[in-house]
Structure formats: structure tokens, C-alpha cells
């Protein structure tokens, strides 16, 4: 079955770390892209790339990094910058040209970080 | 700035009967439309989508209007069901993006 994978689907993290979660797809997509979800707030964009080793800057990046090695994966750290990390974390992919089809932007079933 | 918004965060329905949630949004060059569902601890799941060049796409029991004019889009979903007990989350998109921007989610309780 194809889908997304994201783990671990619960992290801790302590003060001062960076952690770094995981997201891999085998949908053969080229664009991936991380949202984050707080209450009330919906899925906010925070980097998204189209292509290996291209990624841009989505509307919250600040306190965050991705590397896009490999087309199949899409891992996101969260650094210490980042004032207020606790959040439930989404990952999802889509063909570039999606439009009009069944097929935009699948998700993952999120990693929910917390800080301990 | 949020430019796709659903001012209703919950609504409340008898089983069998009519839920409409409703979004608007706020840049006139979004162009295609989306709504997905979510339940707890998983992630969206597509649900339907419409062109700006459409008023209205059936799929099953879920229809989706546009309003173009308004910048209004309502998902109607008839007969509720239990199952769609969930958060539901409008999108759009516009012409030569590929990226989504989400509006902040109604939670839909279904009630037997």
C-alpha cells in the first residue's frame, strides 16, 4: 500500500534539544511539505520543496530545518529556537501538478511532540 | 494573516439530518477549493474539491457551493451519519501553486 509514513507518532523533547522527525513516502511524489496543527489555529505550512534537494520557506519557519536528500523522504528538525515546539506535527505529499485529479496532498497520520 | 477562515469552530447535528459547514476567504486569486476531514490523532483525509469555474460539485453525500462573488464556499453533507463525527478543514489554492492554505477547522459532532 502506498502512504506516508511519519515517525515516531509521540516524541519528548527536553528543553535546549533538537530533535528531528521523521517523514517518508512512497507515492513516487516529488512535492512534500510539514504543517503544523495547534488548537484553533488549523494547519499552518511550515517548509515544503518540490524537487530533492530544493525546499522553501512556508509561513512559520523560524526555529525549524528540512533536508530533501532523497524524493521518498522529508525529515524536519525542530531546533532550540523554536520558543514553543509543543504541537501536533503533519507531513504530506503530492504530485507537483495535482490539480483537477484525486490526488493532492495525502497525509501522514502526524507526530505529536511535546516538551518535557 | 489567514486568508481562508471558518468562523464556526464547532457544529452540532441530529443524525440523519443536514450539516452545512461554511468558509470564506480573503484573496480573490484562489482559484481551486478543498475539503478534508480529520479525525483525532490521524491526518486529513481528501474529501472533495471545486474549480472556481464551477458553483457547485456532488460527490455522494457531500456538495460543495462557490460563491465566487461572496468569496463563500459551504460543504453540505446529507444524511449525517456518526462516522462523520470529525474536524473538517477548508482549503484553496490558486493558478501555478501548488500549495495549500488551510482555514482553521470546524468540529462536527454527529448526534445519534
Known amino acids: 500500500d502506498g502512504g506516508i509514513t511519519q515517525s515516531p507518532k509521540y516524541l519528548f523533547r527536553k528543553e535546549g534539544q533538537n530533535v528531528t522527525l521523521s517523514c517518508e513516502q512512497n507515492l513516487n511524489h516529488d512535492a512534500m511539505y510539514w504543517y503544523r496543527q495547534d488548537p484553533g489555529q488549523g494547519l499552518r505550512l511550515i517548509y515544503y520543496s518540490q524537487i530533492v534537494n530544493d525546499f522553501q520557506k512556508g509561513d512559520i519557519a523560524e526555529g525549524y530545518s528540512v533536508s530533501r536528500e532523497k524524493k521518498e523522504s522529508f525529515p524536519l528538525t525542530v531546533t532550540s529556537a523554536q520558543k514553543n515546539p509543543t504541537a501536533f506535527y503533519l507531513c504530506a505529499s503530492s504530485p507537483v501538478f495535482w490539480r483537477g485529479s484525486n490526488q493532492p496532498q495525502h497525509f501522514g497520520d502526524g507526530t505529536r511532540l511535546s516538551i518535557l | 494573516d489567514q486568508q481562508v477562515k471558518q468562523n464556526s469552530p464547532s457544529l452540532s447535528v441530529q443524525e440523519g439530518r443536514i450539516s452545512i459547514l461554511n468558509c470564506d476567504y480573503t484573496?480573490?486569486?484562489?482559484?481551486?477549493f478543498l475539503w478534508y476531514k480529520k479525525y483525532p490523532a490521524e491526518g486529513p483525509t481528501f474529501l472533495i474539491s471545486i474549480s472556481s469555474i464551477k458553483d457547485k460539485n456532488e460527490d455522494g453525500r457531500f456538495t460543495v457551493f462557490l460563491n465566487k462573488s461572496a468569496k463563500h464556499l459551504s460543504l453540505h453533507i446529507v444524511p449525517s451519519q456518526p462516522g462523520d463525527s470529525a474536524v473538517y478543514f477548508c482549503?484553496?489554492?490558486?493558478?501555478?501553486?501548488?500549495?495549500?492554505?488551510f482555514g482553521a477547522g470546524t468540529t462536527v459532532t454527529v448526534r445519534a
Open positions: 484573496n480573490s486569486m484562489f482559484d481551486y
Open positions: 482549503a484553496a489554492t490558486y493558478s501555478n501553486d501548488y500549495k495549500l492554505s
